[in-house]
């Protein structure tokens, strides 16, 4: 069983269109991230949830609306989508208050063409 | 705020070579840290984290890391790389102070393993 599952998993998509991806995890933890990876690599925080309110919101442009339906679930919305947009999106979970490590999910490329 | 930093964009190494890399963090408070690894197209796989305690951590696939206060480092180690450990490495650390659902991520370093 897979702990943090996104999808999908490669997303390509036209300048101007809107585009959901999906995150799940099944480990039980109260926290979930998104974040983005540039094309250097570069590891980003966007959001995060904690049982399902937002605690993080990183100057993320409001084009990207994350939603929560419950503590195990959190979605990331993309209107309008840019060129800039096109980028790895990553999915984690980890416990809120605790030394534990985040687990990821295997990412979503994303594409704007 | 708190940060980590990896001063090398690669590290090259002849399989069978003891390997390291580098990674120096910059916190408010005693760090929670962390070392991912991330192999072509997947995501990061947790290795091993510093929380307390002995300051050499040992972790996942023969991967270890010294924590040193007075350097403000905590180095991956491994004492004989092998080709198949060529990925991209990732140093990171929770806020425990201002903000504890935040992981800081270093720029990741690539290691490559040459046979």
């Known amino acids: 069983d897979t702990a943090v599952s996104q999808t999908p998993k490669y997303l390509v998509t036209q300048m101007g269109n809107d585009k959901s991806i999906k995150c799940e995890q099944n480990?039980?933890?109260?926290?979930m991230y998104w974040y983005k990876q540039d094309s250097k690599k570069f590891l980003k925080i966007m959001f995060s949830y904690n049982n399902k309110e937002l605690i993080i919101n990183e100057t993320v442009p409001n084009r990207f609306s994350p939603k929560s339906p419950d503590k195990a679930h959190l979605n990331l919305h993309i209107n309008s989508l840019e060129l800039g947009d096109s980028a790895v999106y990553f999915c984690a979970s980890s416990l809120g208050l605790s030394d534990t490590e985040a687990f990821f999910g295997q990412g979503t490329r994303l594409t704007v063409v | 705020a708190q940060s980590v930093a990896q001063p090398e964009d690669q590290v090259n190494v002849a399989e069978g070579n003891p390997l390291t890399v580098k990674c120096t963090y910059s916190?408010?408070?005693?760090?929670?840290l962390f070392w991912y690894v991330q192999y072509p197209n997947r995501g990061l796989q947790f290795l091993l984290k510093y929380i307390t305690g002995d300051n050499l951590v040992k972790g996942s696939y023969g991967f270890e890391a010294e924590f040193n206060k007075s350097q403000t480092s905590f180095h991956l180690k491994k004492p004989s790389a092998l080709v198949s450990d060529s990925a991209l490495y990732f140093c990171a650390v929770r806020d425990i102070v201002y903000n504890f659902n935040k992981f800081y991520f270093g720029s990741g370093t690539k290691l490559n393993v040459k046979p």
């Open positions: 916190v408010s408070g005693n760090p929670y």
């Open positions: 480990l039980g933890h109260d926290t």
